[in-house]
T-cell receptor
Framework: NAGVTQTPKFRILKIGQSMTLQCTQD?????MYWYRQDPGMGLKLIYY???????DKGEVPNGYNVSRSTTEDFPLRLELAAPSQTSVYFC???????????FGSGTRLTVV | KQEVTQIPAALSVPEGENLVLNCSFT??????LQWFRQDPGKGLTSLLL?????REQTSGRLNASLDKSSGRSTLYIAASQPGDSATYLC???????????FGPGTSLSVIP
């Protein structure tokens, strides 16, 4: 099925560990986003990309890194995990004209 | 800086009622406005997108209106059903290449 695929769905990390959240889309969307959503809170933008090779910071980029080597993939890297990074992470993509905004099903991350 | 607010934060209605969700934004210079639905533990699903030149969009029992001059949008849900229970978020985009700014959402419960 066409859409945004995120892996893993769940993960528990220990403080100080690192991991990469994977995101891939098969809709040839130029724009891709990473959000985090804390319990009962709204979405906060971490990083976004307007095309392969181009990334930019959102509202809450500290502690995260991204890369965009292809149109399809937009991985999010957590370095030195901290309890404050416990959250649900969503990847999304859209067309250049603003239509087709599609979210992945999320990765639930717990840092202990 | 664009800010998006939604009132009410939570709403509980009996099945069959018509209801209105409100969204306000501070900067009227928008490219489009979208309404999303989020089910518990899931990603967001786009419901309706209104371009800045449009006044409303309809899909089934949903109707979204846009009044740019007053910085307001409403989502009207007709004949509500228990399956409509979810969080509804509105989001605005300043230009086609800009980030999307999300509101905090309205949590809707439709009681059978």
């Amino acid at each position: 099925n066409a859409g945004v695929t995120q892996t893993p769905k769940f993960r528990i990390l220990k403080i100080g560990q690192s991991m990469t959240l994977q995101c891939t889309q098969d809709m040839n969307h130029n724009y891709m986003y990473w959000y985090r959503q804390d319990p009962g809170m709204g979405l906060k933008l971490i990083y976004y990309s307007v095309g392969a090779g181009i990334t930019d910071k959102g509202e809450v980029p500290n502690g995260y890194n991204v890369s965009r080597s292809t149109t399809e993939d937009f991985p999010l890297r957590l370095e030195l995990a901290a309890p404050s990074q416990t959250s649900v992470y969503f990847c999304a993509s859209r067309r250049v004209d603003g239509y087709g905004y599609t979210f992945g099903s999320g990765t639930r991350l717990t840092v202990v | 800086k664009q800010e998006v607010t939604q009132i009410p934060a939570a709403l509980s209605v009996p099945e069959g009622e018509n209801l209105v969700l409100n969204c306000s934004f501070t900067d009227s210079a928008i490219y489009n406005l979208q309404w999303f639905r989020q089910d518990p533990g899931k990603g967001l699903t786009s419901l309706l997108l209104i371009q800045s030149s449009q006044r409303e969009q309809t899909s089934g029992r949903l109707n979204a209106s846009l009044d740019k001059s007053s910085g307001r949008s409403t989502l009207y849900i007709a004949a509500s059903q228990p399956g409509d229970s979810a969080t509804y978020l509105c989001a605005v985009m300043r230009t086609s290449y800009d980030k999307v700014i999300f509101g905090p959402g309205t949590s809707l419960s439709v009681i059978p």
